[in-house]
């Protein structure tokens, strides 16, 4: 089994709710969740995204690099669509391979 995951880059996101509805189309929200961490809010860019995403984007398990923060594995929980266009409208990602992680046993 390969260990090589996708890699993907994102900038925190400063803007609050009421102005995320002015993210530039180009731009998709996130936010990354860890049990030891404080949430982040995230921009992904949707062209990068498209790459990761080509083949299903739930549960895949991507190198996520925030600004310039060394990269971390972490887990495409939860996806939303816009339920018009069909394109992704929010993701959230979940920090993996810390202590306290969710883990599977095979």
Not at 3 to 17: D, G, T, V
Not at 32 to 40: A, H, I, K, Y
Not at 47 to 55: D, K, Y
């Amino acid at each position: 089994m390969s260990n090589h995951h996708p890699e993907l880059a994102a900038e925190e996101r400063a803007e609050s709710r009421k102005q995320l509805r002015r993210l530039p189309e180009r731009l998709i929200s996130a936010n990354m969740f860890s049990d030891e961490q404080p949430t982040l809010s995230l921009e992904v860019n949707w062209l990068a995204l498209q790459g990761v995403v080509a083949h299903g984007a739930k549960n895949t398990i991507v190198l996520l690099s925030v600004g310039t923060r060394p990269a971390v594995r972490a887990l495409i929980r939860h996806v939303q669509y816009n339920p018009i266009s069909g394109k992704i409208a929010h993701l959230d990602f979940y920090l993996v391979g810390t202590a306290g992680g969710p883990s599977a046993q095979i």
